[in-house]
């Protein structure tokens, strides 16, 4: 979901979770929740007592991953350019896909589960949250009336099955991929260790007149890749302040709960296109191409990313995937 200030120690503000501004005198004691085709809560800005408990808990996940096998691996994962642009080195990146709702009462628990994900990985952990279904639906009254709602959370609204949130997909976008967040640790650190067939570069520029950006986006293939492969461009906001219904707190209905992560629009298309014209691409494949999207009034440029995904039309598994903020504050 959706998302200044820093959360997670060193991180910056929209690399973090959802979290609630103020202290945690209102938090009630949490138990695992999940709403009936809902979402989990997420990480606030609390008193000290509230940060030592959020620093131990990035500690035993950290050691959980580390026992299981899982390299803790040390940021930064993102080198810049000369030019202002932005370039990933080799490694392996890996995206999280969160299905949310703000009236879903039990989703910002998956937003906490990203923000450990987050501070343990770095930009090697890249996050999209699309608010859909009946929990992203909005109500009348003064509260609940962002509609954050796209037509590609509509498309994938259908493409899914949904029983309940909080719900993702790590690293695919398969019909048969949904997973609870509590999955998600293990199954992102386990594909730390593979190896990137597939090198994103981006350089994005933001258009003040215009209120518009363009990514140029050059992609390489490393090593022989298997497959057609497809490149989907997708711009994401956060730190957006809005209301949230958290189960661990009371009242729930919290007004200035900071989403992070939220999927804006597409820039290319949900499905995104086709990479190359052959089924295979061999080593030093290049692919480039311009990108450009209008944001709508309200979003924030300086809070916006743009973010590749690159995927195996077969099967439906991501091979690279890349975020990379706007060159422009606020």
Same mark, same amino acid.
């Given at each position: 979901?959706?998302?200044?200030?820093?959360?997670?120690?060193?991180?910056?503000?929209?690399?973090?979770?959802?979290?609630?501004?103020?202290?945690?005198?209102?938090?009630?004691?949490?138990?695992?929740?999940?709403?009936?085709?809902?979402?989990?809560?997420?990480?606030?800005?609390?008193?000290?007592?509230?940060?030592?408990?959020?620093?131990?808990?990035?500690?035993?996940?950290?050691?959980?991953?580390?026992?299981?096998?899982?390299?803790?691996?040390?940021?930064?994962?993102?080198?810049?350019?000369?030019?202002?642009?932005?370039?990933?080195?080799?490694?392996?990146?890996?995206?999280?896909?969160?299905?949310?709702?703000?009236?879903?009462?039990?989703?910002?628990?998956?937003?906490?589960?990203?923000?450990?994900?987050?501070?343990?990985?770095?930009?090697?952990?890249?996050?999209?949250?699309?608010?859909?279904?009946?929990?992203?639906?909005?109500?009348?009254?003064?509260?609940?009336?962002?509609?954050?709602?796209?037509?590609?959370?509509?498309?994938?609204?259908?493409?899914?099955?949904?029983?309940?949130?909080?719900?993702?997909?790590?690293?695919?976008?398969?019909?048969?991929?949904?997973?609870?967040?509590? !999955?998600?640790?293990?199954? =992102?650190?386990?594909?730390?260790?593979? /190896? @990137?067939?597939?090198?994103?570069? %981006?350089?994005?520029? +933001?258009?003040?007149?215009?209120?518009?950006?363009?990514?140029?986006?050059?992609?390489?293939?490393?090593?022989?890749?298997?497959?057609?492969?497809?490149?989907?461009?997708?711009?994401?906001?956060?730190?957006?302040?809005?209301?949230?219904?958290?189960?661990?707190?009371?009242?729930?209905?919290?007004?200035?709960?900071?989403?992070?992560?939220?999927?804006?629009?597409?820039?290319?298309?949900?499905?995104?296109?086709?990479?190359?014209?052959?089924?295979?691409?061999?080593?030093?494949?290049?692919? !480039?191409?311009?990108?450009? =999207?209008?944001?709508?009034?309200?979003? /924030? @440029?300086?809070?916006?990313?743009? %973010?590749?995904?690159? +995927?195996?039309?077969?099967?439906?598994?991501?091979?690279?995937?890349?975020?990379?903020?706007?060159?422009?504050?606020?």
């Amino acid at each position: 979901m959706g998302m200044g200030c820093k959360v997670w120690g060193m991180r910056f503000k929209e690399e973090g979770i959802g979290y609630r501004k103020g202290l945690s005198s209102r938090r009630r004691p949490g138990s695992p929740g999940q709403c009936s085709e809902g979402g989990d809560p997420g990480l606030r800005r609390d008193d000290i007592a509230s940060r030592v408990t959020r620093h131990a808990s990035r500690i035993t996940l950290a050691l959980a991953l580390m026992l299981a096998g899982c390299d803790y691996i040390q940021a930064p994962f993102m080198e810049k350019t000369d030019d202002g642009g932005q370039t990933t080195d080799e490694v392996q990146r890996v995206l999280v896909i969160d299905f949310t709702g703000h009236t879903c009462k039990s989703c910002p628990k998956a937003h906490h589960t990203l923000g450990q994900l987050k501070d343990l990985y770095g930009d090697r952990v890249v996050p999209v949250a699309f608010h859909l279904g009946y929990f992203a639906k909005t109500q009348s009254g003064d509260k609940f009336t962002t509609d954050f709602r796209t037509p590609e959370g509509g498309l994938l609204e259908k493409y899914f099955e949904f029983v309940s949130f909080p719900i993702g997909t790590v690293q695919n976008i398969r019909t048969d991929g949904l997973i609870p967040h509590g !999955t998600w640790p293990s199954a =992102v650190g386990a594909l730390m260790s593979e /190896k @990137a067939p597939i090198k994103i570069g %981006v350089k994005t520029e +933001y258009l003040a007149g215009l209120h518009g950006l363009t990514a140029d986006v050059d992609i390489t293939a490393l090593e022989a890749v298997a497959g057609t492969l497809k490149v989907a461009v997708w711009v994401v906001e956060n730190s957006i302040t809005d209301w949230q219904k958290d189960e661990d707190f009371d009242p729930m209905d919290i007004p200035d709960y900071v989403h992070n992560h939220v999927f804006r629009t597409s820039m290319n298309g949900l499905w995104g296109e086709t990479i190359g014209s052959a089924a295979n691409l061999e080593k030093g494949f290049t692919f !480039t191409k311009e990108f450009s =999207v209008a944001l709508k009034t309200g979003w /924030k @440029a300086g809070n916006c990313q743009v %973010v590749v995904v690159v +995927y195996r039309e077969e099967g439906m598994e991501v091979v690279q995937v890349a975020g990379y903020r706007l060159p422009v504050a606020g």
